[in-house]
């Protein structure tokens, strides 16, 4: 600078004196020296420019600037990889469609980090949002984060601190989630409420709990509210009150995975309900008495039913066997005499088994004891191993 400035005046000094068209020798000299560090300014310009910098810039705020702009971008791509996709607000909500929300929101109890590399003061401590939704962060006040993504907030907190620091770049991360609690009840090994703690699957959600009972049925339900949109399969229907999505959905389905899209994503406060199976008990003079489970057969028939139980014995008296029906509510009873034996060698018709019936196969020595022995079944029938059909 001191050169180009010094030239300039010696040029405009010499021209003023003598008014000739020409220079001395000094001048031109200097002026050469001037055009060859022009070349060199222009060069290191354009290399610096390509490294994204100007040359004649100081490190002023700008360039802190610059430099927090990259830190959040490689900040919220760590955060991304750590967390998984359920912090990135860049796939739109479909919050109240058809296919449920994707981007799951902030509320009461939530914890959240704010990074940043500057504002001390607001950075690297957790917030906890109240029951109204808001956080209360030092010299920023109550900022409101319930309802809202992680994008969504980011934004907000970067427009408030805005009053305080020229382009802030404030990044959150959410470090426990209690704002998205879903209940799953009925035959898994760890039945009870969980949180969801981002994006969930329905098999995601079946391993928290455990998997699947051994007496689990073939079918389980979800009943969603409908502010979290209608369940996304051809068979899901609203409840009679109007506030719930609900459907049915095969596990046997689920698990072999012929249909991915009964894998949905679950919402919070979803209720996942896993059917317990109807069992048909086999006891008597057989092989193997006790329970089994239907799964995801509706019935089996008096022959399967022998077949389960690995056959009766030679000493049975199989053709006064009975089939024990019990009503739903287990007030009211019925019997239907069958001949096993019959069934057996195919003269008779294979008769069916519904959920909850006891086939009871006497021996030759209950042929005199009769109901007194059906009693007996009943009464034992509860504490036989349950097998799966």
Known sequence: MNVRFTSRVLALDYSGRSGSKSRSKAARQIDGEENAKRKISVHDSSFRSSAGRHPFRRSDESDAGAARSGWARA????NHSTHGPEHDSSHGSEHGSGTGALNLFLGPDDLIVIQGLEMEEIVNKPYRIDPEG???VPMLGRIKAGGMTVGDFETQLNQTASKYVRNPQLVASVTEFHSQPISVVGAVNLPGAQQLQGKK???QVISMVG??????GNRL?????LQWGVIPLPNATN???GKYSVVDISISELLQGRHPRLNILIMPNDVITVHVAETVYVVGDVHKPGGFVLGEHK????LQAVAMAEGIYGTSDSKHSRIIHHAADGSVRSETPVNVKMILSGKSEDLPLDGGDILFVPGSLSKKVGLKTAEAAIQTASGLAIWRF
């Open 75 to 78: 900040f919220r791509f760590a």
């Open 134 to 136: 808001y956080i209360s």
């Open 201 to 203: 699957t329905l098999m």
């Open 211 to 216: 998997g699947f009972r051994t007496d689990a």
């Open 221 to 225: 339900s979800i009943a969603r509210e």
């Open 239 to 241: 409840d009679p009150s």
């Open 299 to 302: 019935n089996m028939t008096v």
